[in-house]
């Protein structure tokens, strides 16, 4: 269903709850390394204030504006969190004839209760698979270099499907 939303009601200029800020970034660890980018061709779009990307990033960039370019360090606690337990072996047994294992790759388990979580496998032997609980980038320090490219507020229909539409055609930026 088409939102009737114009463009002119959506446009603001700073990053608040309920907007759908439009952000490149450069994301390095302490090494320098890069980790993740994301680009003016291909910006990382969300709902500001819904808790969908990292709780320090979203921090420094409440009240940021369009053309804004900062650097903003982001503890574990406040990124992937800390590292806690240890890998666990799990039988290749137990998978799918055929099943082809990578190094770095994530699937999904279930708990007891039946809820869903992530694993990431990290290392591989002969008869078992190694799965950590901890995402890949937990314990560490992450280091954005940030620039903010645009802002709208977010649509209706936005907020109730708790998403960005990027295929409105009134939600482009």
């Known amino acids: 269903m088409p939102t009737t939303e114009s463009r002119e009601s959506l446009q ?3 990053i608040a709850p309920n907007t759908v800020p439009s952000v490149v970034f450069v994301l390095s660890n302490d090494a320098g390394e890069v980790l993740d980018l994301a680009t003016r061709e291909n910006p990382m779009r969300y709902l500001h204030g819904h808790d969908q990307i990292l709780r320090g990033l979203e921090k420094a960039l409440d009240g940021a504006r ?15 969190g800390l590292r806690d337990g240890e890998p ?13 294992f990578r ?17 990431w496998i990290v290392s591989i032997d ?40 990027d295929g409105c055609n009134v939600c482009r930026v």
């Open 12 to 14: 603001t200029d700073t």
């Open 66 to 80: 369009i053309g804004d370019h900062f650097h903003v360090d982001v503890p574990p606690e406040e990124g992937y």
């Open 88 to 100: 666990q072996a799990v039988p290749k047994s137990i998978f799918p004839p055929g099943t082809q």
């Open 103 to 119: 190094i770095g790759a994530g699937m999904t388990a279930k708990s007891d209760d039946g809820k869903p979580f992530p694993l």
């Open 126 to 165: 002969d008869d078992h698979v190694y799965v950590d609980a901890n995402h890949p980038l937990a314990g560490l320090t992450l280091h954005f270099d940030v620039e903010v490219v645009a802002i709208r507020k977010a649509t209706q229909d936005e907020l109730k499907d708790g998403r960005v539409h």
